[in-house]
């Protein structure tokens, strides 16, 4: 080989192994700090109302529904069980208004294992329900195994599968 095709060949080698090294770190960094929140302005669309009052993901509307103010009421969960994973056994109060779910020490419910985004999920009170949202999370949310892509109402005592954690609300 001439000294030229063996120049290029070491300038490229060094360039393919500096685009390695941006590229973990790049990823080391995003995993630490998280990405960038989204202000969400309205509630996309839960989907139709069946006649039991019930929002479901089964069929979508058409037109984003405004968020309402978030209203407990007694028949409303107010406590979260986690039925399997690292914490299992641990129960909490549920906030007035929203819980967020991640690895972030920021979250309102802190999942340390490797399943789990950074800012995984959020559980939202709307209309005197709880309803989950998945934040664009790597390995999805699972509400009673069917993934979740749209904010889905949780019913009480419905298993929610996010990493290796499974909780449920209670009342």
């Known amino acids: 080989m001439s000294e030229l095709t063996l120049l290029v060949l070491q300038l ?20 630490l700090f998280g990405q960038r929140a989204r202000r969400i302005e309205t509630m996309p669309a839960l989907a139709a ?5 019930r929002p479901t993901a089964s069929a979508a509307v058409t037109e984003p529904v405004r968020r309402a103010a978030p209203s407990a009421t007694d028949e409303t969960p107010r406590r979260l069980f986690i039925t399997s994973g690292p914490r299992e056994g641990m129960e909490i109060d549920l906030p007035n208004e929203q819980l967020t779910i991640g690895r972030s020490s920021e979250s309102g419910l802190v999942i340390r294992d490797d399943y789990t985004s950074t800012h995984h999920a959020r559980l939202m009170l709307w209309d005197a329900h709880w309803v989950i949202q998945d934040l664009d999370s790597t ?17 009480p005592g419905v298993p929610v599968t996010i990493g290796t954690t499974i909780f449920e609300l209670r009342r």
């Open 12 to 31: 490229a080698f060094l360039l393919l192994l500096w685009g390695f090294v941006f590229f973990v770190i790049y990823s080391l960094r995003s995993d």
């Open 49 to 53: 109302v069946p006649s039991a009052g």
């Open 139 to 155: 390995n999805g949310t699972y509400l009673d195994g069917e993934r979740v892509s749209l904010p889905t109402e949780v019913p």
